[in-house]
Each structure stands twice: as structure tokens, then as C-alpha cells.
């Protein structure tokens, strides 16, 4: 059977100091005419270097050392730098994983859409425009004649994605590669552009390789499965025999990590260290005494919630006029109350803008107020001036962000990082604070070594555990995490949940939980709260939530979120 695309003995090397660092080795598959391969792995896997070779976009000086590329009977593998270039967009699309790094924020859309259209088609003056239009139109974008006209910054993420996929369609490309395509997207603008790729895939009998972590996604929207580790092919098969029957010990472990929203269980799944996820053992080490001396036991019953939120109303500056009171604005949280209890982990959930980030801000007293209250152990924190006692307050309330690189220091080795905040607030001395950032990196599954290194040389998840540190060496007794498992790989996503987990139990944590992700609220939340358009639609127990959903947007949250469902025979 003759396929659209064959890769044969794929090698990839990158020389290092010491020698030759292979990223991939002896990779083979094909991918038909209007089917979806998907590409499925752990960070290090080596699944976004097989969609970089065979685009020949290869950092250097990383270079493919064997192998075929070779798409309707061309190998482009052995094509030149010049015959590549016109290869590229022409004969083979690209979608990247962050569509704003991807776009020039300099150009405006139309012309980035109309430069690709005239470099790989033979269209020229009104016709280009016509053809730019169009594509914005066919990807779901409304008015795209006035968007042609707009910058990258003025699109939602779900949009950018659009544009990014218009461009990789506008030199009508027989194969498109989709890096991450979905990664942190809400489910909703998930759900769209998986629908779009289907529906390319089927109308224009497009090959499409579909390279991501997401095993819902997979489940949802490939017709078979390239499972990597460490740089190698150990298993391809359908995608319902991947996911009902897996063949390899990885496979089996990689499937069950990931997090289900048809049931609550105690502990998330780990990947088996001996099929290969080392990124996922649990190396925790002992209690950490620092820790320990500041767990007190609290009065429960006759306490205040940790939380009280009375009537929050946040707004930020729309557009500006000449004077103040001319300016108009919008409320980002719009008149929003709720508690979260002593111990419990709160869930808040809603799509990017709902407001879930304004409010965790505003508890923590990084954005202020326009009306309402926030009372943090019956104190209303919302009223103190940062000077008058907003520190004081609250330096055992922590949050932890989403993106773990931008919330470190890039000069500053990991061990300063985590001590700074204790010697800032005269909690220890230098020494001693150093110490107990050593005994962190242990417990949250680094080690001491660690704390040597600069933020750059560690992995996305091995700096979200930096992150966690960092935050625990505050001996909180209330942490924020606002998403703090985007765009982590379902090992990696699995042991960060069961440390909070075990944090949770062992220190006594309260938690406010933020995230868009359905599956990882059901398993990690006691309560949740589901907000849209900076209002509060719905609060109820977890269990309650998912099973009987109040709110009509709520229903249409858990409809949309990618279902990962098996069949397993008995």
C-alpha cells in the first residue's frame, strides 16, 4: 500500500561537549491520506523532534544522521536547504504549540496570511486578499475582513491557534503537523480546533500527525498511536488497542496516570519507573522539620473559613480617556462570594478570562478591589495597604502560578530562590535557611544537587516542584495553585498532584485549586465553583458537580472536555 508519508530508520543526533546525544533512533511509521497519527509521550520523548525532522527544522546543531523522510515519493531527507524551503508550507504544514511565539507581533495577520499565500501559490493582487479571507473564514474566524487588519495580541489564545492553522493551510499542504496544537487551551476552544483538524483531515484528505501529551485528546481524535520513549517507537497500533489493550509495560503505566472524570480515586496512578518514567518516581523524602514546627492544631468548629470572598467586584481600565472619569471599564470579577473551608481543596473552574485568576490575585492581594470583601481567617485583608500589615498577614498564604520559568529567577541558582523569602522575612538565618531549601528540593522529589543549578537546566515539572518549594518554605497554611499542571505531561501531572496530595495531609494545607482541566478538579477538589464572564454560575460538592450539573454552561463545560474511556476485557 503506497502512504502518503514513510519514515524509515529516523536518527537524530545533537553533539555535546562529551560526545553525541541521539534525541531519536531508528524511528518508523506512516501516515495515510485522511487518517491522524498520534504522537504520544513524555517530555524528552523525542515526539516534537520527529515532527522537526521531518520539516527539516532541526535546531542546530542537531542533524538527522540516517533515516527516510519521504512524502508522495520525495525524500525529503536528502533534499537541499533551497528544495526544502519550497517544500515547507507548500507540501507540508506546520501547527506550532504556542500559536503567539509562532506569529510576528510586529505584522498584522493579513499580512503574514497574504506573504505565505504569495511565496506558495501562483495568486497575485485582490485574489490574494480574497484567499486570505477565506482561509480566516474556513478556521472559524468571524468578520475576517477586519481581522485581517488586527495584531496577534488582539486575538484570544483559541483564535491565534485559528490563524496559526490558516497560515499552515494557505499553501494547500498534503500533510499538516500539529505540535501541541490544544496545550492549555480551555475545552472549549480545545474542542474547536480538534473539530477543525477533523473536519480539514476529512474534507481535504489531509495526512495529519498529531504530536501531544493529552491521552483524551488521542482518545478523541486519532485513528492510530505512536507511543515514544526516550528517543524510540515502543508501540504503534490502532488507537482503541492502544488504549484498551496496551502492549508495553509504558504504555499500560502512561494510561493509567491519567486522570478520569467518570470517577473520584485516592491517588493518581504513577508511570513505572522500570517502563522507563523516571521523571515520575516518587523519590520523596522524610518529613521536613521546618515544616512539622509550625502544624498547630486549630479549634475547627469554632474557627472562620479560611476564605470569605463577600461581594468581590474587580475591574480593570477598558479604554482611556483624556480624564479619569472618562475612562470605561469592564469587571473581570463581577459580584462574586463563596468560602472555602479549613482543610478542604477548593476547585475553581471556568474557561481563560472567566476571572478564576483575578480572584486568586485579589486573595492574595495582588490586584485590589473595587467593591466587596476579602477575609482571609475572618481578617478583611482586602482593606490593609501592603505597608500596614498585608505582609504580616499573610506570609502564611502562598500561591503558586502557572508557568513555573516566568515565576523564577533566571539568575539566581535554585537554592537562593527558595531561601530568599525566609531570610526577607527574618524566619531564619542565611545558613539555616539554606539547609531547609535542601531538605524542600527532597521532599518535593528533587535533591540537594538541585539547588546548585540555574532554573533553565531542570524540566517543566521539575521546576513546578521548585515552585512548590519555594512556596512551602513559607510553612503556609493556605496555598493557591492557579494551573499549576498546564501543559505537563500525565506522569509528570500525576506525581505534582499526589505531593500536593500528600502536603495537603501531612501539613494540614487548605487549597484553592485553579484549573481548566475537568478531569485533574474532579480528582484533586472537595467542592468546586464554576465561573464564566467574571460571575459564579454554580458551587457544589465535587462528587455532585460531575454527577448532576445545575447550571446550563457547567453542563456545557463537562460535555465538551475530551473523554478518556476504556474497554478493557475481562
Not at 562529551?18 to 509521550?41: M, N, P, Q, W, Y
Not at 535542601?438 to 521539575?462: I, W
Not at 478531569?519 to 467542592?527: G, L, P, T
Amino acid at each position: 500500500m503506497n502512504h502518503l508519508l514513510e519514515v524509515e530508520g529516523l536518527t537524530v543526533d545533537y553533539p555535546i561537549r562529551r560526545g553525541v546525544f541521539t534525541a531519536i533512533e531508528d524511528v518508523s511509521f506512516h501516515v495515510s491520506a485522511g487518517e491522524i497519527l498520534g504522537v504520544v509521550g513524555e517530555s524528552g520523548a523525542g515526539k516534537s523532534t520527529v515532527g522537526a525532522a521531518i520539516m527539516r527544522l532541526i535546531d542546530y546543531p542537531g542533524f538527522i544522521r540516517s533515516g527516510k523522510i519521504v512524502l508522495s515519493g520525495l525524500d525529503l531527507a536528502s533534499l537541499s536547504d533551497q528544495d526544502m524551503t519550497a517544500a515547507r508550507g507548500r507540501r507540508i504544514g506546520m501547527i506550532f504549540q504556542d500559536p503567539l511565539t509562532a506569529l510576528n507581533p510586529v505584522l498584522t495577520i493579513g499580512t503574514q496570511i497574504r506573504e505565505t499565500i504569495r511565496k506558495h501559490t501562483k495568486l497575485t493582487g485582490k485574489a490574494v486578499d480574497a484567499r486570505a479571507v477565506e482561509l480566516l473564514a474556513q478556521v472559524g474566524i468571524p468578520e475576517p475582513e477586519r481581522r485581517l487588519a488586527q495584531y496577534p495580541h488582539q486575538f484570544s489564545g483559541g483564535m491565534r491557534q485559528r490563524v496559526v492553522i490558516a497560515i499552515a493551510l494557505s499553501g494547500e499542504p498534503e500533510l499538516l503537523v500539529a505540535d501541541e496544537p490544544t496545550t492549555a487551551l480551555d475545552v472549549s476552544i480545545q474542542s474547536e480546533i480538534l473539530d477543525l483538524i477533523r473536519g480539514l483531515c476529512r474534507d481535504r484528505n489531509l495526512g495529519v500527525i498529531l504530536i501531544t501529551h493529552d491521552m483524551a485528546v488521542i482518545n478523541e481524535v486519532t485513528d492510530r498511536v505512536a507511543v515514544m520513549l526516550r528517543g524510540h517507537i515502543v508501540e504503534i497500533n490502532d488507537t482503541r488497542s492502544i488504549i484498551d489493550a496496551p502492549a508495553h509495560p509504558y504504555t499500560q503505566s502512561l494510561i493509567s496516570a491519567v486522570p478520569r472524570t467518570d470517577v473520584k480515586l485516592d491517588r493518581f496512578q504513577m508511570v513505572d519507573a522500570t517502563a522507563g518514567g523516571e521523571s515520575a518516581v516518587e523519590a520523596m523524602g522524610k518529613e521536613v522539620a521546618w515544616l512539622r514546627a509550625a502544624v498547630t492544631e486549630e479549634a475547627e468548629a469554632a474557627a472562620p473559613p479560611m476564605i470569605e470572598v463577600e461581594n468581590l467586584t474587580v475591574r480593570f481600565i477598558k479604554s482611556r480617556g483624556l480624564l479619569a472619569r472618562w475612562h470605561t471599564y469592564f469587571n473581570a470579577v463581577d459580584d462574586v462570594t463563596l468560602e472555602v473551608r479549613r482543610g478542604e481543596t477548593f476547585g475553581l473552574v471556568g474557561e481563560s478570562g472567566s476571572g478564576k485568576s483575578t480572584v486568586a490575585k485579589t486573595v492574595v492581594g495582588l490586584e485590589p478591589p473595587y467593591k466587596g470583601k476579602v477575609l482571609y481567617k475572618g481578617v478583611d485583608i482586602s482593606a490593609l495597604s501592603k505597608d500596614s500589615g498585608l505582609r504580616a498577614n499573610c506570609t502564611d498564604m502562598q500561591i503558586i502560578f502557572q508557568d513555573p520559568f516566568s515565576s523564577l529567577n533566571p539568575r539566581m541558582r535554585v537554592r537562593q530562590i527558595i531561601s530568599e523569602p525566609m531570610v526577607y522575612h527574618n524566619l531564619a538565618e542565611k545558613n539555616e535557611a539554606n539547609a531547609v531549601a535542601d531538605e524542600l528540593l527532597v521532599r518535593v522529589g528533587l535533591d540537594k544537587a538541585a539547588g546548585d543549578k540555574y532554573p533553565h537546566q531542570f524540566s517543566g515539572g521539575q521546576r513546578q516542584r521548585i515552585c512548590i518549594a519555594r512556596a512551602l518554605v513559607m510553612r503556609p497554611r493556605m496555598l493557591i495553585c492557579d494551573e499549576p499542571t498546564s501543559a505537563l505531561d500525565v506522569s509528570i501531572q500525576a506525581s505534582l498532584l499526589n505531593l500536593l496530595k500528600d502536603l495537603q495531609e501531612e501539613l494540614g494545607l487548605t487549597m484553592l485549586f485553579i484549573s481548566h482541566d475537568l478531569a485533574v478538579i474532579r480528582q484533586m477538589c472537595d467542592r468546586v465553583a464554576v465561573m464564566r464572564y467574571g460571575k459564579l454560575c454554580e458551587v457544589a460538592d465535587s462528587e455532585t458537580l460531575f454527577a448532576d450539573p445545575q447550571h446550563p454552561y457547567t453542563r456545557e463545560l463537562l460535555r465538551l472536555a475530551p473523554k478518556f474511556s476504556r474497554q478493557v476485557a475481562v
